[in-house]
């Protein structure tokens, strides 16, 4: 069955360190996204990507980095410099244009303790 | 600017009680795409509905109704007979026609009490 994959569904990490994300999809898709969810914020982008080897920074890029070295995948790291990051992470994919829109994973949490 | 307005912020009805979500937007663009997505608890956004500006039909699947009203920019959604699976949080979105970036509401929860 095609669709995407998160992992792990829950990471913890000390202060401090960096920590990468996996999303992997299946469907062929063009783009990519992550996003951030915070409870009562709903969902803000921090990067997105449309094709492989270029990407574009969201509205909350600062302290995240990513890649997309495969069109199946875009990793995301956050860094030490992102000063709050424990938050439930979604990562998307479509193709635009094309309907229906936003397929997503089923998300990582992750805690910084 | 795009925005998306999600005034409800937590919901509870008793089963079988009818639910009306509320989403007003915010766009310069004469066309674009409005979405509804669930998000249950296990975290996934569940893709429920996709309306295109031009098209001001109301639609009904099932239990679930869409109302688009381009002249007061809402998009209201309407659970008939509510059930203990809804409870979950709704989420009202905007996309440019092209598709490229997507702008969401602040969710809405619906608890459904048995």
């Known amino acids: 069955d095609g669709g995407i994959t998160q992992s792990p569904k829950y990471l913890f990490r000390k202060e401090g360190q960096n920590v990468t994300l996996s999303c992997e999809q299946n469907l062929n898709h063009d783009a990519m996204y992550w996003y951030r969810q915070d409870p009562g914020q709903g969902l803000r982008l921090i990067y997105y990507s449309q094709i492989v080897n270029d990407f574009q920074k969201g509205d909350i890029a600062e302290g995240y980095s990513v890649s997309r070295e495969k069109k199946e995948s875009f990793p995301l790291t956050v860094t030490s410099a992102q000063k709050n990051p424990t938050a439930f992470y979604l990562c998307?994919?479509?193709?635009?244009?094309?309907?229906?829109?936003?397929?997503f994973g089923s998300g990582t949490r992750l805690t910084v303790v | 600017a795009q925005k998306v307005t999600q005034a409800q912020t937590e919901i509870s009805v008793v089963e079988k009680e009818d639910v009306t979500l509320d989403c007003v937007y915010e766009t310069r663009d004469t066309t674009y795409y409005l979405f509804w997505y669930k998000q249950p608890p296990s975290g996934e956004l569940v893709f429920l509905i996709r309306r295109n500006s031009f098209d001001e039909q109301n639609e009904i699947s099932g239990r679930y109704s869409w109302n688009f009203q381009k002249s007061t920019s809402s998009f209201n959604f309407t659970i008939t007979a509510s059930q203990v699976v809804d409870s979950a949080v709704y989420f009202c979105?905007?996309?440019?026609?092209?598709?490229?970036?997507?702008?969401f509401g602040t969710g809405t929860s619906l608890t459904v009490i048995p």
């Open positions: 998307a994919s479509s193709t635009p244009g094309t309907l229906p829109g936003y397929t």
């Open positions: 979105a905007l996309s440019e026609i092209t598709g490229n970036q997507f702008y």
